[in-house]
C-alpha cells in the first residue's frame, strides 16, 4: 500500500524520482527501490515525506490517501 500511495502523490504532484530523492537527501536508487517495494524507508524519511505531500503518516502508509486524491485534493490546495 506505501509504495502505491507514495507512486501515486509523487505522480499527481508532478514530482520525478530524482526530485523526490532530493528533496529527501536519499540516493535516487534507493528511492526507485522503495517505489518498487524492495527497500523500506526509515521514519524520519517517511516523516519527511509527510510534510512534503501534506498528510499524515496513517495517510500515506494505510491508502487513506487514494481517497483524498480521488476527490481531486492535492497536497498544494490551501483552500
Known sequence: MFRRNLRLL???AGYTQVQ???MIGIPT?????VEGGSRN?????VGKLTEIFEC????LLCG??????ARGDTP????
Open 76 to 79: 498544494n490546495d490551501k483552500t
Open 20 to 22: 523526490m530523492a532530493e
Open 41 to 45: 524507508l526509515p521514519p524520519e524519511i
Open 56 to 59: 499524515s503518516a496513517d495517510d
Open 64 to 69: 487513506v490517501v487514494e481517497i483524498a486524491w
Open 29 to 33: 536508487a534507493t528511492y526507485t527501490r
Open 10 to 12: 509523487r505522480t499527481m
